[in-house]
């Protein structure tokens, strides 16, 4: 985010671990297939294979995470939350006031929807559970477990919602288009499930090497960082609600130099790297629309242990959509089915399919992501209450893609996990090298915000070549120290 949006925004560590699952069509997010032949003008050499995603463009997801708009508050995610009727629940990563835009966020909202519906519910009584993501799936099967009567509603083909597992012949092992993460492990059991599931989970190492657009190694000063708590703490003070854009500019945080240091890089650019990094990747949004009173927090544990890793997050290699899948196992689940219609009385509820079927419940729980809800995907009959429409209006939905590149060696000289680059444009500042930790040349990168938006138009050769770009700092030898 370059100085000047700072401008337009007033006149009118790594944060990879946002990524959410709920709910959420038709074919998992744009995978795209190996790329073409064609001549690549980067110094990156061409990969053997590639994954990327499109969240924005997914008709049951319409973005990855929801974020605290400028003028929304936690207070909207518990009026989202409130039943209606007794008869319409909600579940879901938006709904989470603790942990928005987490795979643990949304597992509790379906804990937390499961026991508002036992609440009430008779023992005999049909639920139907709308989205088999995470907390559609986690609702279900505590109901199941306590003896009602559930059916499982999926727009997908499959279940997990934007937990998106992709085990390809042409991978070395299983990856992830969705979440790819544990976020502060040491405050869930997500980890520990996953072992019990056979699934490998591994430390995030410590430490990440950031280099400039020419290849040079740039320790990352508190300048950015800094300034963007100044602008945080100033907001904190006056009387409504403004955007972090507007917050770093009328605090005056903003005011930095951009003349470029010993590196090629300036004050500006390092605000810039810390904006993508605690604001945009944390809530897939530009600065201009993140809630400078509510920003997005990256909560990384119990920080950092003696050998240097990251003792609250742990990444995620084998299958995080075995979580959903052994739950969903035993569940009655009607798959490639769209709900379109809720209608809801003192009675009852009737859903409408896409198909043009309905079927009957006594009660709904409606999991589909905060995207969905913005949209008229989903129709209710009557419509909801006047706070429910307010609060899904107030919150918003972000965007973070993934891309995935499998090389067939290293075309880089560093063992660091953790990759980044400051001043560049192509859209890619974050990558996470996986050959560490797998032995395999494996590289995942992401994208948030306007440049994913941006990013997700162009086709597979055209994306491909942003993406090389970012990594060309990677692929040239490291300048020898003068002096």
Same mark, same amino acid.
């Given at each position: 985010? #370059?100085?000047?949006?700072?401008?337009?925004?007033?006149?009118?560590?790594?944060?990879? +671990?946002?990524?959410?699952?709920?709910?959420?069509?038709?074919? /998992?997010?744009?995978?795209?297939?190996?790329?073409?032949?064609?001549?690549?003008?980067?110094?990156?050499?061409?990969?053997?294979?590639?994954?990327?995603?499109?969240?924005? #463009?997914?008709?049951?997801? $319409?973005?990855?995470?929801?974020? *605290?708009?400028? @003028?929304?508050?936690?207070?909207?995610?518990?009026?989202?939350?409130?039943?209606?009727?007794?008869?319409?629940?909600?579940?879901?990563?938006?709904?989470?006031?603790?942990?928005?835009?987490?795979?643990?966020?949304?597992?509790?909202?379906?804990?937390?929807?499961?026991?508002?519906?036992?609440?009430?519910? @008779?023992?005999?009584?049909?639920?139907?559970?709308?989205?088999?993501?995470?907390? @559609?799936?986690?609702?279900?099967?505590?109901?199941?477990?306590?003896?009602?009567?559930?059916?499982?509603?999926?727009?997908?083909?499959?279940?997990?919602? $934007?937990?998106?597992?992709?085990?390809?012949?042409?991978?070395?092992?299983?990856?992830?288009?969705?979440?790819?993460?544990?976020?502060?492990?040491?405050?869930?059991?997500?980890?520990?499930?996953?072992?019990?599931?056979?699934?490998?989970?591994?430390?995030?190492?410590?430490?990440?090497?950031?280099?400039?657009?020419?290849?040079?190694?740039?320790?990352?000063?508190?300048?950015?960082?800094?300034?963007?708590? =100044?602008?945080?703490?100033?907001?904190?003070?006056?009387?409504?609600?403004?955007?972090?854009?507007?917050?770093?500019?009328?605090?005056?945080?903003?005011?930095?130099?951009?003349?470029?240091?010993?590196?090629?890089?300036?004050?500006?650019?390092?605000?810039?790297?810390?904006?993508?990094?605690?604001?945009?990747?944390?809530?897939?949004?530009?600065?201009?629309?993140?809630?400078?009173?509510?920003?997005?927090?990256?909560?990384?544990?119990?920080?950092?242990?003696?050998?240097?890793?990251?003792?609250?997050?742990?990444?995620?290699?084998?299958?995080?959509?075995?979580?959903?899948?052994?739950?969903?196992?035993?569940?009655?689940?009607?798959? &490639?089915?769209?709900? $379109?219609?809720?209608?809801?009385?003192?009675?009852?509820? &009737?859903?409408?399919?896409?198909?043009?079927?309905?079927?009957?419940?006594? $009660?709904?729980?409606?999991?589909?992501?905060?995207?969905?809800?913005?949209?008229?995907?989903? =129709?209710?009959?009557?419509?909801?209450?006047?706070?429910?429409?307010?609060?899904?209006?107030?919150?918003?939905?972000?965007?973070?893609? #993934?891309?995935?590149?499998?090389?067939?060696?290293?075309?880089?000289?560093?063992?660091? *996990?953790?990759?980044? /680059?400051?001043?560049?444009?192509?859209?890619?500042?974050?990558?996470?090298?996986?050959?560490?930790?797998?032995? =395999?040349?494996?590289?995942?990168?992401?994208?948030?915000?306007?440049?994913?938006?941006?990013?997700?138009?162009?086709?597979?050769?055209? +994306?491909?070549?942003?993406?090389?770009? &970012?990594?060309?700092?990677?692929?040239?030898?490291?300048? =020898?120290?003068?002096?």
């Amino acid at each position: 985010m #370059k100085r000047r949006t700072f401008l337009i925004g007033s006149a009118s560590g790594l944060s990879i +671990f946002a990524l959410t699952a709920c709910t959420g069509p038709s074919p /998992v997010p744009s995978i795209s297939p190996s790329p073409s032949e064609s001549p690549s003008p980067s110094l990156v050499p061409r990969p053997q294979a590639m994954h990327r995603t499109s969240w924005s #463009k997914d008709p049951f997801a $319409r973005g990855s995470m929801s974020f *605290t708009a400028v @003028g929304a508050t936690p207070a909207d995610r518990t009026t989202l939350a409130t039943p209606v009727q007794d008869r319409v629940f909600f579940a879901g990563e938006a709904t989470s006031v603790e942990l928005p835009g987490t795979v643990q966020g949304a597992r509790d909202s379906g804990r937390r929807a499961a026991r508002e519906v036992m609440a009430v519910a @008779g023992a005999d009584e049909r639920i139907a559970v709308v989205g088999a993501g995470m907390a @559609g799936i986690t609702a279900a099967g505590l109901l199941r477990d306590a003896g009602y009567d559930i059916v499982v509603i999926e727009a997908r083909k499959r279940v997990g919602g $934007r937990i998106a597992t992709v085990s390809d012949p042409d991978w070395p092992f299983p990856i992830e288009l969705g979440p790819s993460f544990v976020r502060n492990s040491t405050a869930s059991r997500l980890d520990e499930d996953l072992a019990r599931a056979g699934v490998t989970t591994l430390p995030v190492p410590g430490g990440t090497e950031t280099r400039t657009p020419a290849g040079d190694i740039a320790p990352v000063p508190a300048v950015g960082p800094d300034a963007v708590t =100044e602008a945080i703490a100033w907001a904190a003070g006056q009387p409504q609600d403004v955007s972090v854009a507007v917050a770093l500019v009328e605090s005056g945080a903003s005011d930095l130099s951009d003349t470029p240091g010993e590196t090629g890089v300036s004050e500006v650019d390092w605000l810039d790297h810390a904006v993508a990094g605690e604001i945009q990747q944390l809530s897939g949004a530009e600065a201009g629309l993140v809630s400078a009173w509510f920003p997005p927090q990256a909560g990384t544990g119990d920080d950092t242990a003696e050998d240097g890793t990251w003792q609250g997050d742990r990444i995620v290699l084998g299958g995080y959509s075995t979580l959903v899948s052994e739950a969903a196992a035993d569940l009655d689940l009607l798959a &490639s089915s769209a709900v $379109r219609r809720i209608a809801y009385t003192d009675e009852g509820v &009737s859903l409408r399919l896409e198909t043009g079927e309905s079927l009957g419940a006594d $009660r709904v729980i409606v999991t589909v992501p905060l995207g969905v809800l913005k949209t008229d995907a989903l =129709e209710f009959a009557p419509p909801l209450p006047f706070e429910h429409r307010g609060a899904i209006a107030a919150l918003g939905m972000g965007v973070l893609d #993934k891309v995935w590149l499998r090389f067939p060696e290293p075309f880089w000289d560093t063992d660091v *996990t953790l990759w980044s /680059v400051v001043g560049g444009d192509s859209g890619f500042q974050d990558w996470v090298n996986l050959e560490p930790l797998t032995g =395999e040349a494996v590289l995942m990168g992401v994208v948030a915000a306007d440049d994913a938006l941006r990013l997700a138009k162009l086709g597979d050769d055209d +994306f491909l070549a942003a993406a090389l770009a &970012s990594l060309e700092p990677f692929a040239l030898p490291v300048p =020898e120290p003068t002096g």
